[in-house]
């Protein structure tokens, strides 16, 4: 069975730093897809980061280009987005996918992590 657990949600003030985490169990990396997506109040959910297992590429929406970075532990088969010079606009609920193919978009995911609250005060 895949679970994917997050941690590290929080209130931080405008250009600060956060690092997400997202525990994984039930299959490795070199297997799947991962990514991170957020959801804004009122807003659909959107793609943020991700790796494709298959060739290696990361992908990074051009809202977070250059401030957020995915990586992943494979020893610890945990993957983490470090969110840098955060923005009153990142508020929103952060989630962790995977997904055999790929984690770009939100059609399609296969799994889903529970969420966490990041929040961002100007």
């Known amino acids: 069975e895949v679970q994917l657990v997050e941690s590290g949600g929080g209130l931080v003030q405008a250009g600060e730093s956060l690092r997400l985490s997202c525990a994984a169990s039930?299959?490795?990396?070199?297997?799947?897809?991962i990514g991170w997506f957020r959801q804004a109040p009122g807003k659909e959910r959107e793609g943020l980061a991700s790796i494709t297992s298959s060739d290696g590429i990361t992908y990074y929406a051009d809202s977070v280009q250059g401030r957020f970075t995915i990586s992943s532990d494979n020893a610890k088969n945990t993957f983490y987005l470090q969110m840098n010079n955060l923005k009153p606009e990142d508020t929103a609920v952060y989630y962790c996918?995977?997904?055999?193919?790929?984690?770009?978009?939100?059609?399609?995911?296969?799994?889903w992590g529970q969420g966490t609250q990041v929040t961002v005060s100007s």
């Open positions: 039930g299959f490795t990396f070199d297997e799947y897809a």
């Open positions: 996918a995977a997904d055999p193919t790929s984690c770009t978009s939100v059609a399609g995911i296969y799994y």
